[in-house]
Nanobody, 114 residues
């Protein structure tokens, strides 16, 4: 399973780091990613990284501000979010997939507001 954490309330321009700890499987062998869903909108992909770490994707709206990473020692996925904007407000979900094996985290709320 995946356990997400790190969300919260932050002012515009602030930073947050989301974490997603995996248990029961090794993240090293999975493609990993972060998605988000704002109220009234569809879930969208924010960032992902391939299992071999040779391909990384960022949505245009977060390029240059967000960084995805994984820590092999702790079997954890991260999303560092800087220069946050009100439009980044959403529930953020982590995901890991390998073939037909797909795991989703439970979601963590990020609210950017003054």
């Amino acid at each position: 399973q995946l356990q997400a954490s790190g969300g919260g309330l932050v002012q515009p321009g602030g930073s947050l780091r989301l974490s997603c700890a995996a248990s029961g499987f090794n993240l090293d062998y999975y493609n990993i990613g972060w998605f988000r869903q704002a109220p009234g909108k569809e879930r969208e992909g924010v960032s992902c990284i391939s299992s071999s770490d040779d391909f990384t994707y960022y949505a245009d709206s977060v390029k240059g501000r967000f960084t995805i990473s994984r820590d092999k020692a702790s079997n954890t996925l991260y999303l560092q979010m800087n220069s946050l904007k009100p439009e980044d407000t959403a529930v953020y979900y982590c995901r890991a997939d390998r073939g037909r094996s797909i795991y989703w985290g439970q979601g963590t709320q990020v609210t950017v507001s003054s």
